[in-house]
């Protein structure tokens, strides 16, 4: 065998070396996402609309009639007499 075989046998087996001993470590890339969850979306709290009460209107009426005849001197008899009559209206507008 002549020198520039001996080389040629000594670089390729170099090489291979080489690639045997880079096959046998790894370097391994990890590209890691990392999810946070939202904060919760605020909650709007909506008040009922008011309602206006309208004004009530109430009439109120009373009548007291009362009758008396007094007792006469002579023995006569005593008359009487009463009523009472007694009106409420109330009175809601509408809207």
């Known amino acids: 065998m002549n020198s520039i075989q001996r080389i040629a046998?000594?670089?390729?087996g170099v090489a291979a070396l080489a690639c045997v001993a880079g096959c046998g470590t790894s370097t391994k890339e990890v590209d890691s996402t990392t999810y946070?969850?939202?904060?919760?979306?605020?909650?709007?709290?909506?008040?009922?609309?008011?309602?206006?009460?309208?004004p009530t209107t109430t009439t109120s009426t009373s009548v007291d009639k009362s009758r008396d005849?007094?007792?006469?001197?002579?023995?006569?008899?005593?008359?009487?007499?009463?009523s009472h009559h007694s009106e409420?209206?109330?009175?809601?507008?509408?809207?």
Request: glycine content about 4%; hydrophobic content about 40%.
């Open 36 to 54: 946070v969850p939202a904060a919760a979306p605020a909650q709007i709290v909506v008040a009922p609309p008011v309602q206006v009460v309208p």
């Open 9 to 12: 046998i000594s670089v390729v």
């Open 88 to 95: 409420t209206t109330t009175v809601t507008p509408s809207n």
């Open 69 to 82: 005849s007094s007792e006469s001197n002579i023995g006569g008899t005593v008359d009487s007499s009463s």
